[in-house]
């Protein structure tokens, strides 16, 4: 009888103290630094990160970390998905998913190559300055995996949205996938390689976003200057030269050439902000999905209540 008083308390308090675990899960050989210190930063208690995740691999790595704890006790481990390329993450998120059955479940945030927590910082940020159900945007190198979430988020604020590319099919196929998920009624594909298409992809804009690859300048001082409408420009380009000409990487809302600009890390203080919000937030149950949408709308919270 006395040992089992003794050893009660102690059951108890190891329950109440249990630690934190994010399981980290990257599609690159070697695991992200970045995400590995914004984890930590973040408040996990522990850390474990796996390189060179595949959806071959995965599903033990997932039973390992759904079957060591109660079920009541699986909101204190979660899984982030992330890497540089963005295809294999979402695959690997969906095969996660699938993984679990039951109560043997735990929480899961997917941002590979900062896709989703970028996309949402830079939405935010447009949203302070511009009513978005009242604007027009185009998104430079809409095609790529931060261009499209960007315009997924915009079109979710009922902006008209312009979604331009260097190939128009290749804008018309990111449509077609976006429409799967979004409302498209407003949303236009565009190429911005001619002058012609460049005129027509930023004409009446207030907003425009540049979000392509490093050192790759997608609208000249010319172009800038020529869009007669544009109240707001936002760069998510940080390598010289920058994306759009005029804005520096450390613009925030700061006014260049009579228009409102943001800079890649004008915007990458945001971005760090929600990513260590919603780290957070997948211990709160075992069963939160952190998507593109899911991001977005915990950073809108997140920024109401700041």
């Known amino acids: 009888m006395g040992l089992l008083s003794f050893r009660s308390p102690r059951v108890s308090a190891d329950i109440s103290a249990m630690k934190k675990i994010l399981i980290q899960l990257d599609t690159d050989s070697l695991a992200s630094t970045f995400d590995r210190v914004v984890a930590i930063d973040a408040g996990a208690d522990e850390l474990f990160s796996y390189g060179g995740v595949t959806l071959d691999n995965v599903e033990s790595l997932i039973h390992g970390a759904i079957f060591t704890r109660k079920p009541s006790d699986l909101m204190h481990t979660a899984v982030f998905v992330g890497g540089s390329q963005v295809a294999s993450g979402e695959a690997l998120y969906k095969k996660v998913l699938s993984t679990f059955f039951g109560p043997f479940s735990v929480s899961v945030m997917m941002d590979s ?26 998104v430079m190198a809409g095609t790529g995996p931060v261009g499209c979430r960007v315009a997924q988020l915009l079109l979710g604020q009922g902006a008209t949205v312009r979604l331009a590319s260097r190939s128009l099919e290749k804008s018309r196929e990111t449509c077609r996938l976006l429409a799967n998920g979004a409302d498209t009624a407003k949303l236009t594909p565009c190429e911005s390689t001619s002058n012609h298409g460049m005129s027509a992809a930023t004409d009446g804009v207030q907003l425009v976003v540049a979000a392509g690859a490093a ?4 609208v000249t001082a010319k172009q800038f200057g020529s869009i007669s409408t544009l109240r707001l420009a936002i760069d998510l380009n940080a390598v010289s030269p920058t994306g759009i ?61 700041a």
């Open 215 to 218: 050192g790759i300048q997608l």
């Open 245 to 305: 000409a005029f804005i520096e990487v450390m613009d925030k809302a700061k006014v260049r050439e009579g228009v409102l600009s943001y800079g890649a890390v004008g915007i990458g203080g945001t971005k760090m902000k929600i990513h260590q919000a919603c780290l957070r937030k997948l211990f709160e149950s075992n069963d939160r999905r952190l998507d593109t949408s899911a991001i977005f709308e915990l950073s809108r919270a997140y920024a109401e209540s």
């Open 113 to 138: 190559n900062g896709c989703n927590t970028t996309a949402a910082a830079t939405v935010l940020a447009a949203a302070k300055h511009l009513n978005l159900a009242q604007t027009t945007a185009v």
